[in-house]
T-cell receptor, first 113, second 114 residues
Framework: GEDVEQSLFLSVREGDSSVINCTYT??????LYWYKQEPGAGLQLLTY?????DMKQDQRLTVLLNKKDKHLSLRIADTQTGDSAIYFC?????????????FGKGTHLIIQP | ETGVTQSPTHLIKTRGQQVTLRCSSQ?????VSWYQQALGQGPQFIFQ???????GRGNFPPRFSGLQFPNYSSELNVNALELDDSALYLC?????????????FGNGTRLTVT
């Protein structure tokens, strides 16, 4: 079946940029999402990109999509302590919402002072 | 705008029992999905409801069932609980079931099965 892979941990210094990477296998993916999960909380939608786009920017967040390599990244500029969380990449297949989103295992973003 | 709310926040059940989890969708949303998130894992799709009918289902056995009500709220029922059912259960709503309608999640119900 379809798979989404992410690195488990990323450590960055406060004020630096964080880049979280994700690869997926479903070539029929239509939308790709980034969600943030803080301890004890649900998932917060950060941003999403349609598969015919290669970049989307929203304030400190930049999403890059390389559809040929099935690679998605999330860049967080000027990383702050409040950005410390687990970040999930998810993809929606071309069969639509009836198949649900396929999530990666999440990347723990650790901020060093 | 009211977000997705779930109840209860925590629940402890014994193996073999049955449980019902509840979800109120975000205002203006008519589609509800349920996900199971085991510790250290990403969420896994259980099923989706649209217009009170199951619209899609993940790889979960029939003892996982659901309902959607006319006000778009939803329930997840799990029968014959197993230890592996211990997880965070997340409800998500979307404006509709179109591809471009992103999911908005609640804070989840933490279920512990002993």
């Amino acid at each position: 079946g379809e798979d989404v892979e992410q690195s488990l941990f990323l450590s960055v210094r406060e004020g630096d940029s964080s880049v979280i990477n994700c690869t997926y296998t479903d070539s029929s993916s239509t939308y790709l999402y980034w969600y943030k999960q803080e301890p004890g909380a649900g998932l917060q939608l950060l941003t999403y990109i349609f598969s015919n786009m290669d970049m989307k920017q929203d304030q400190r967040l930049t999403v890059l999509l390389n559809k040929k390599d099935k690679h998605l990244s999330l860049r967080i500029a000027d990383t702050q302590t409040g950005d410390s969380a687990i970040y999930f990449c998810a993809e929606l297949s071309g069969r639509g919402g009836a198949d649900g989103l396929t999530f990666g295992k999440g990347t723990h973003l650790i901020i060093q002072p | 705008e009211t977000g997705v709310t779930q109840s209860p926040t925590h629940l402890i059940k014994t193996r073999g029992q049955q449980v019902t989890l509840r979800c109120s969708s975000q205002s203006g949303h008519n589609t509800v999905s349920w996900y199971q998130q085991a510790l250290g894992q990403g969420p896994q799709f259980i099923f989706q409801y649209y217009r009170e009918e199951e619209n899609g289902r993940g790889n979960f056995p029939p003892r996982f069932s659901g309902l959607q009500f006319p006000n778009y709220s939803s329930e997840l029922n799990v029968n014959a609980l197993e230890l592996d059912d211990s997880a965070l259960y997340l409800c998500a709503s979307s404006r509709d079931r179109s591809l471009g309608s992103p999911l908005h999640f609640g804070n989840g119900t933490r279920l512990t099965v002993t």
